[in-house]
Structures are given as structure tokens and as C-alpha cells.
């Protein structure tokens, strides 16, 4: 073999080796150079972008369903429960709430109330509930309502509303009332109410 190809041979191999070591650099540079960026931000031509989250529009009209059970009813200094005398009530709130902002909506609750006692059961009474919602973060809401009874008893209800599950659908919520009735020839009475449901997203 020639001296001329050796050397051309030589060269090559070197050529070779040299663009081997430029590439592999390249890569390494280009890997060092990946930043890792927050989930809610975008890098686009090396800046860093915040993505806008979309806002709810208002107002929202969202309806909402459950079942209450009276605990217990303050009136003239004596505690009843709602389970004296084998007598027991259960109320079933339909709503609708039209939510104005994050922070204020207008709620609009019927109840029927089904007592059971004496080996029977009959509808006894349906409250109509209106009031404002006060809404806080992470789904704390006080709702203040008046409250209308075809017993003839009316007053408000001071509610303190939690929602404790999201889900795509629905989100599920408990509630405690505290009941302010006068009325029907009877004494004032304070109660206390406890509230499952869940509300259409």
C-alpha cells in the first residue's frame, strides 16, 4: 500500500473520531440545556410563559339535591330529638343556586318533610327556603334563610355548608342548620339539622 493512502486512510480516521466527539458534546450540551418548567407555564423561543386558566362565567345556575334529619329542637328549655317517641322526620331539599361571583349567590331550597310514627308515614310539611350564600375557599359556604312553613311556623336558618368531594359530575356536600321558628300559636323553638347532598357541577 501506497504512503499517499496510509496518510489518506490516517486522516479519515481522524475526521472520523473528531466529528464522533463534536456530536456526542452536542448532545450533551443540548441535554444540560432542557429546563424543567412548572405544569401550569409553557417555554416558547427560550421565554417562560404562565398558561391562563379559564375563569367560570357568571352567573351559574347549579341545582342540587339531599335529605336532612332534625337532631334536636330547643323550645320552652326542653331538648327533643328527632327519634322521641318513635317518632321520626326526614326532609328531602331540592335547590337552585345561582352563583353571581366566587364569593356571593342567591339559593332557592324547597323541603318536604315526611314524618314517620305510629306504625305510618305521611308528608307533614314543606318548607320554603330562600337565602344569600356567603362562599369561602375550599368550598366553605354560610347561607343565611328565611324560612316558610305550611305548618305555619316561619323564622331563618343560619346553614354552615361544606363541600368534602369533587367529582366531574357532582360535587358532594354536608351541611349543619340551626332552625329559628315562631308561629302557629306555639313558642319559639331552636333546632339543629344535619344535611347530606350533592350539587350538579
Known sequence: ???????????????????????ILSTLSKAQNVKEVPPDSISYSGALYQKISAKPKYPRVVGYLGFILPLETLQEGHLTPNFDHHTTKIGFPAGVNVLYS???????????????AGGTSKMSNLLFHPGTMFRFDHGFAIITRLAFETSG?????????????????????????????????????????LQFGFSFN
Open 1 to 23: 500500500m501506497s504512503i499517499i493512502a496510509v496518510d489518506f486512510i490516517d486522516i479519515m480516521k481522524k475526521l472520523l473520531l473528531a466529528t464522533s466527539i463534536v456530536l
Open 102 to 116: 366566587d364569593h356571593f349567590g342567591f339559593s332557592y331550597e324547597f323541603v318536604p318533610t315526611i314524618t314517620a
Open 153 to 193: 311556623r316561619y323564622g331563618f336558618t343560619p346553614v354552615f355548608n361544606q363541600v368534602f368531594a369533587h367529582t366531574k359530575a357532582v360535587n358532594y356536600f354536608v351541611s349543619a342548620a340551626l332552625p329559628n321558628r315562631w308561629g302557629n300559636a306555639d313558642k319559639y323553638s331552636l333546632g339543629l339539622s
